[in-house]
């Protein structure tokens, strides 16, 4: 008994929850809606009373013939059932297209929730917890590719006003010309269909819920299998069989368990409520037949009865406009809750330290990283231990060391996108948290090691940088040349204004190496107007040896007078810094000039030997590469990209 008032309960409270979304699809169109259902639920009824009353007046007009009162009468009713079917037939198509209508209006609401949501954070937390994410995907995914949403939700729980208008009216009618209590035994059995059929779908949905994982790896194969990325190396390794049986195994053990659960869920309990049903519509059939045998009731009062009852029963039925809606579409809704909540709750939260200050025209002397401990969220492995680390302003400092020894953390806490687990980051002496994040962070240009490629065209990607300028073209072209790339956009179909994508019409697509120019084009233009901080995390990971040299050596004009962090791999390239530091463990373990780090024969040193000979044994079994290549004086930035022999058409 206790289950069962639960289940009510879930299935109350889940419209519940759906109706207070329905007033955001808009008023007025929710009130037509409301109104069409209502008259949608009353048709059939009146079909039911007008074709009931035209069969009992055929012995009439049969007696009285064509033409007579009774023959008039048998035609009216005939016409207002008529009436009755034509406007229904009219007023479905319309009701589904208002309520389709209502679902999209309802679900882009809750696509700004989600997207609100996840630029609500100040930082990047949210959006590298492995949980919120899963979350999200699901729920991008179901807005996305099905009817199960919230939307749709509320267009289905509305069209339930039509069902069961329809079934109250067919339940009163059979009370009313036969019996209460058959009309009660009627409204039992329906309800206990509608019972077997939400509850099933309930307990089914949760079965749904916990195959999320092997759905998601099933569509990973299938996916794989059908898009191009994919396709040469399945053929040239002889992947398909693997793929094909690998799916097919995924697959058939998520049908497997839901085959079972199915015939657990519907076939038992549905013998059952067959049996009940069955044994209470032959009675109250039975009993109206009777009824009719002795007179007891007329003609009209049988055929009104029959119609009626069996009207209440197919009312147990599944409905396609209501039930898979109303029982799935709130989880998209969950989701977005959710994600909501795992947002507001993420541990990391940017502080703000009073008085709020004006960054601007600093720093002037330094940043300090000073005592600084930092582990990521859901994390107890440090990543920065107490470092105690000093940017000087206007110079280039270039940090090295090994993959995880926290280089991208320090650029991700000097953006603010995260915020130290102790100690602090000052800018000449003064705590950044005493800052607006928006106005500190306009004091930077950046690079991320993982930067964004925009679908856009190559001037907005540039723009991005400082966007309050992002239509000056001028500047964007300068930034272009300082980044060695204006040369070849300019050769793109429509220049600059060519879509950085192969997919728009006249868009075109670019290197790897290209497009980090243009990440670095973005982060020079930020700098060039108004930022004074440039982070450069793996900026030329892309580029050859020789692109890579000539960029460099035109670094130092580039980033004259800014505050300029470079990560790097590649020693070629920190070589050209003011002060290299070396970071291992969160620390730092030396700092210097190339040419003192080297003299000091340490860490520094050891990796650049080890580096210098790998490039020395790769270009001996290549082609040698001048001294002055090295250093970056054989060409510019914009000869080299306009000796890339690429025509706009075959840009790869």
């Not at 070629?572 to 000091?600: F, K, P, W, Y």
């Amino acid at each position: 008994m206790k289950t069962y008032l639960r289940g009510v309960f879930d299935v109350y409270h889940s419209y519940f929850r759906i109706a207070t979304l329905v007033p955001s699809g808009g008023g007025g169109l929710v009130t037509v809606l409301i109104g069409l259902n209502l008259v949608l639920g009353l048709l059939p009824i009146v079909f039911i009373l007008a074709t009931s009353i035209m069969i009992g007046r055929v012995p009439a007009a049969v007696t009285g013939g064509v033409g007579s009162a009774e023959w008039r009468d048998l035609v009216a009713a005939f016409g207002l059932a008529a009436a009755a079917f034509l406007i229904q037939q009219i007023l479905a198509p319309m009701q589904a297209s208002l309520g389709e209508l209502l679902a999209r209006r309802i679900d882009g609401r809750v696509y700004e929730r989600l997207i609100d949501a996840s630029l609500s954070s100040t930082g990047v937390g949210p959006l590298e917890d492995q949980q919120l994410l899963d979350e999200l995907s699901q729920v991008v995914l179901t807005l996305e590719t099905s009817f199960r949403t919230p939307g749709f939700a509320c267009a289905g729980l509305l069209a339930l006003v039509a069902r069961y208008m329809q079934l109250l009216a067919a339940v009163f009618i059979v009370g009313y010309v036969f019996s209460w209590l058959a009309a009660v035994a009627l409204f039992a059995v329906t309800m206990t269909f509608r019972k077997g059929q939400r509850g099933g779908m309930r307990t089914y949905s949760k079965l749904y819920d916990r195959s999320i994982a092997t759905r998601r790896e099933a569509r990973y194969y299938r996916s794989i299998a059908m898009q191009p990325p994919a396709g040469k190396e399945i053929r040239v390794f002889g992947l398909a069989g693997w793929l094909s049986d690998h799916y097919r195994a995924v697959q058939m053990g998520m049908l497997s368990l839901v085959w079972a659960e199915r015939r657990r869920i519907y076939l038992r309990p549905y013998l059952v409520y067959t049996a009940f049903g069955l044994a209470v519509a032959g009675i109250t059939l039975a009993a109206l037949g009777r009824a009719a045998a002795t007179n007891a009731v007329t003609l009209t009062q049988l055929t009104l009865g029959l119609q009626a009852a069996m009207a209440a029963l197919r009312l147990g039925e599944f409905y396609p406009e209501s039930d898979m809606q109303t029982q799935y579409g709130m989880a998209a809704q969950d989701g977005v809750e959710n994600f909501e909540r795992g947002v507001a709750a993420f541990g990391e939260q940017t502080a703000q330290v009073e008085p709020r200050l004006d960054p601007e025209d600093h720093p002037s002397r330094e940043i300090r990283f000073e005592a600084v401990d930092f582990h990521y969220p859901g994390s107890d492995r440090p990543v920065l231990d107490k470092l105690d680390l000093v940017l000087p302003a206007g110079r280039c400092t270039a940090i090295v060391g090994l993959n995880g020894a926290g280089k991208t953390t320090i650029v991700k806490l000097l953006s603010r996108l995260y915020e130290p687990t102790s100690g602090r980051l000052l800018a000449d002496g003064q705590d950044i948290r005493s800052y607006a994040v928006d106005d500190w962070r306009r004091r930077i240009g950046v690079i991320f090691q993982d930067f964004n490629r925009y679908e856009l065209t190559a001037a907005e990607n540039i723009g991005f940088g400082a966007i309050e300028l992002a239509g000056d073209r001028r500047k964007i072209r300068a930034a272009a040349g300082r980044a060695g790339i204006l040369t070849t956009l300019e050769r793109l179909p429509q220049g600059l204004d060519t879509p950085l994508a192969r997919q728009y019409k006249g868009g075109a697509e670019l290197s790897g190496g290209q497009w980090q120019r243009v990440a670095i084009a973005r982060a020079i233009f930020a700098v060039e107007n108004g930022a004074s901080i440039l982070v450069l995390d793996e900026p030329t990971a892309a580029l050859d040896v020789r692109a890579e040299a000539a960029f460099f050596g035109k670094f130092v004009d580039v980033t004259r007078g800014a505050t300029a962090l470079l990560i790097s791999h590649r020693f070629s390239s920190v070589r050209h810094a003011d002060n290299i530091v070396v970071l291992a463990n969160g620390r730092v373990v030396e700092q210097g000039t190339h040419d003192e780090l080297l003299a000091a024969d340490g860490r520094y040193a050891e990796l650049f030997r080890l580096q210098a000979q790998r490039f020395a044994e790769d270009e001996a079994e290549s082609e040698p590469v001048d001294a002055a290549d090295l250093a970056g004086d054989s060409e510019s930035p914009d000869d080299i990209a306009a000796n890339d022999r690429i025509e706009p058409e075959e840009v790869r």
